[in-house]
């Protein structure tokens, strides 16, 4: 029996109802695999815990997470605590920490699922974003509070090894997609030294790979690309706040941010990856159970799929489908479904494929 362990950190807003949506689904699928067991560990660390105690992660809690296979992550962001404060106190030392450079985030509308574009159907894209310094490094400061002159510097960091490895990955899931196409987004106009130095190591590394094609756009005019002509992205490569802003428009265009999963990772494998629905907290639905738990189910897909369970993450991923083809939507797709109902929903599809299957 295979045994994975799992670190789910359900964290704030709505995190807990759909995390606990996605280990429900976890359960299911492994209980009807049989041949792969999940052990989960649940890890209060949380806006509340934080008020309570200062801290979101204890002096031990990386070592501690270092041990699981993979981190089950919910969401972060709370309404008495500033998000600068919740986000470096939560997510970012993560990512950071256990070095995981590559966040990937799919982008493709689901059957039934209805875009805002009249040409929905043809987004069907993976936006890769660097995930480990950039805009997010955290190399800044400030000074004179609340003088007149009062200053403040946010400097993006980009490192050739950082870049570097970024591309090759992007390169190498490029390679994989049937249409093997990679698009480089930066704004090397206006940015002349490290987006510069992007694009130049970008086509450093497209050497390496003859069999996909490439093209650049900056990232301004990638939006109206992604809105008017979906048909002519695949895969994107883009720094950790253009790629932040791009996956959100990917998002709304796919009919939903709800819908959204991203994986964060490392791709190594020296630490643990961690996944996660890209929508955040929202405050404004917490506690109603009517959270979509779709991107969490399409992140525990991911999280099969790194863990070698490519059988089971495509199963899950049928369901999610069956499901959305049947118009079993929460209110943000503009249904009447609950999170229940849509978790039950998806079981009782896993479980129809194995009736067929027998
Ligand atoms: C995301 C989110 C986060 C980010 C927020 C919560 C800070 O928007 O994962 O896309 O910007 O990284
Ligand atoms: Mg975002």
């Given at each position: 029996?295979?045994?994975?362990?799992?670190?789910?950190?359900?964290?704030?807003?709505?995190?807990p109802?759909?995390?606990?949506?996605?280990?429900?689904?976890?359960?299911t699928?492994?209980?009807?695999?049989?041949g792969?067991k999940?052990?989960?560990e649940r890890f209060?660390?949380?806006?509340?815990?934080?008020?309570?105690?200062?801290?979101?992660i204890?002096t031990d809690?990386?070592?501690?997470?270092?041990?699981?296979?993979?981190?089950?992550f919910g969401?972060?962001?709370?309404?008495?605590?500033?998000?600068h404060?919740?986000?470096?106190?939560?997510?970012?030392?993560?990512?950071?920490?256990?070095?995981?450079?590559?966040?990937?985030?799919p982008a493709?509308?689901?059957p039934?699922?209805?875009?805002?574009?009249?040409n929905?159907?043809?987004?069907?894209?993976?936006?890769?974003r660097?995930?480990?310094?950039g805009?997010?490094?955290?190399?800044?400061?400030?000074?004179?509070?609340?003088?007149?002159?009062?200053t403040?510097?946010?400097t993006?960091?980009?490192?050739r090894?950082?870049?570097?490895r970024i591309?090759r990955?992007?390169?190498e899931?490029?390679?994989?997609?049937?249409?093997?196409?990679?698009?480089?987004?930066?704004?090397?106009n206006?940015?002349?030294?490290?987006?510069?130095m992007?694009?130049e190591?970008?086509?450093?590394?497209?050497?390496?790979y003859p069999?996909?094609?490439?093209?650049?756009?900056?990232?301004?005019?990638?939006?109206?690309?992604?809105v008017?002509?979906?048909q002519?992205?695949d895969?994107?490569?883009?720094?950790?706040?253009?790629a932040?802003?791009l996956?959100d428009?990917?998002?709304?265009?796919?009919?939903s941010?709800?819908?959204?999963?991203?994986a964060?990772l490392?791709p190594?494998?020296?630490?643990?990856?961690?996944f996660e629905?890209?929508?955040?907290s929202?405050?404004?639905?917490?506690g109603?159970?009517?959270?979509?738990?779709?991107?969490t189910f399409?992140?525990?897909?991911?999280m099969?799929?790194?863990?070698?369970?490519?059988?089971?993450?495509d199963?899950?991923?049928?369901a999610i489908?069956?499901?959305?083809?049947?118009g079993?939507?929460t209110?943000?797709?503009g249904?009447?479904?609950?999170?229940a109902s849509?978790?039950e929903?998806?079981?009782k599809a896993l479980?129809?494929?194995?009736?067929?299957a027998?």
């Amino acid at each position: 029996m295979r045994e994975y362990k799992i670190a789910a950190i359900p964290g704030d807003g709505i995190g807990p109802e759909v995390i606990s949506a996605g280990l429900q689904v976890l359960e299911t699928l492994a209980e009807q695999d049989g041949g792969f067991k999940l052990s989960v560990e649940r890890f209060p660390w949380s806006s509340d815990y934080y008020l309570e105690r200062g801290y979101y992660i204890p002096t031990d809690g990386l070592e501690r997470l270092k041990q699981f296979d993979a981190i089950f992550f919910g969401a972060v962001g709370a309404l008495n605590v500033p998000d600068h404060v919740s986000l470096w106190g939560l997510r970012l030392p993560i990512a950071q920490g256990f070095d995981q450079y590559a966040n990937v985030r799919p982008a493709r509308v689901l059957p039934g699922v209805r875009s805002p574009l009249v040409n929905g159907k043809d987004i069907d894209w993976v936006i890769i974003r660097e995930n480990s310094e950039g805009e997010y490094a955290g190399n800044g400061g400030r000074t004179h509070r609340g003088l007149p002159i009062e200053t403040a510097t946010e400097t993006s960091v980009f490192t050739r090894a950082g870049v570097e490895r970024i591309h090759r990955f992007a390169f190498e899931l490029a390679a994989k997609r049937p249409r093997k196409h990679l698009t480089l987004v930066t704004k090397s106009n206006a940015q002349r030294f490290g987006m510069v130095m992007w694009d130049e190591i970008f086509f450093e590394v497209a050497n390496d790979y003859p069999d996909v094609t490439t093209d650049r756009e900056l990232v301004d005019a990638v939006t109206t690309r992604m809105v008017l002509k979906p048909q002519t992205l695949d895969v994107v490569v883009a720094t950790n706040l253009h790629a932040d802003i791009l996956s959100d428009l990917a998002a709304a265009l796919s009919g939903s941010l709800g819908i959204a999963p991203t994986a964060n990772l490392n791709p190594e494998r020296v630490f643990p990856s961690m996944f996660e629905p890209i929508h955040g907290s929202a405050f404004d639905i917490t506690g109603k159970g009517i959270a979509n738990p779709v991107a969490t189910f399409w992140t525990a897909a991911m999280m099969l799929e790194h863990l070698g369970e490519k059988a089971a993450a495509d199963r899950l991923m049928a369901a999610i489908e069956q499901i959305t083809a049947a118009g079993v939507f929460t209110p943000d797709l503009g249904g009447t479904a609950t999170t229940a109902s849509v978790t039950e929903a998806v079981c009782k599809a896993l479980a129809q494929q194995v009736k067929k299957a027998a």
